[in-house]
């Protein structure tokens, strides 16, 4: 499976089978968190065997069953911290869906046990990601919006072409907050695409943005520059 075909199949799962992960999967984990961590300046770490977390009645309520391996989904504060947190947490995600596994972005609907992390002072808890054997693969979310909702033209041609399409269309695939996808592209001469984040009251939009973003890079796949 490729990452392309992976954006297709991941849908959010909340309840996984009780069957444990092979240690070669947690190895193959660890080591794309080693890399994403290297690559992006985040803190991103694995707890496997862990079922307090999700242990509560909170939980509970958000409909959770056997979660006992997730992400701490740890970088930098702020804005740009949030959005490196969901592009280098995306990737972890469409790792896993290639390695048979089930995921869901979590914000809230956890127990949080800081002594379970390694944070920084000047980093924080974005979202953990929970993971294991599906019970269910998920449904995809409904698609509220269209290219043109979500992409600007703003370069000489007035006109998309191909590879920024196919980035946006991925883009659109991508889990955000209530499938709220406060995001948005814009297309510049000489390749450069710049990616905003819009007004959020329930917040996680710069989350979101990241996402999204790694989403589109994967879709376009070609090289342009980000602005």
């Known amino acids: 499976m490729t990452e392309s075909e992976a954006i297709i199949a991941r849908h959010s799962v909340r309840q996984y089978l009780d069957n444990p992960i092979e240690a070669e999967k947690i190895e193959a984990i660890q080591e794309c968190i080693d890399r994403c961590n290297r690559e992006g300046g985040v803190h991103i770490q694995l707890i496997a065997n862990e079922p307090k977390a999700f242990s509560s009645l909170i939980a509970k309520y958000g409909r959770f069953r056997n979660v006992n391996n997730y992400i701490a989904v740890v970088a930098p504060k702020g804005r740009q911290g949030s959005v490196a947190a969901g592009y280098w947490g995306e990737r972890l995600v469409l790792a896993l869906q290639m390695l048979d596994l089930r995921t869901c972005w ?122």
């Open 106 to 227: 979590v914000g809230a609907s956890y127990k949080k046990d800081m002594s379970l992390f390694r944070i920084g002072a000047d980093e924080e808890l974005k979202c953990v990601i929970s993971f294991g054997y599906g019970a269910n693969d998920g449904v995809q979310h409904p698609q509220n919006k269209t290219i043109a909702d979500v992409a600007e033209d703003r370069s000489t041609t007035r006109s998309f072409p191909d590879w920024f399409v196919r980035g946006v269309e991925a883009a659109l695939l991508a889990p955000t907050a209530v499938n709220q996808q406060k995001f948005k592209f814009f297309l510049y001469d000489d390749h450069c695409v710049e990616a905003v984040a819009k007004f959020s009251l329930i917040g996680y939009a710069h989350l979101d943005l990241g996402i999204a973003k790694y989403h589109f890079e994967v879709g376009a796949g070609e090289d342009f520059d980000w602005i």
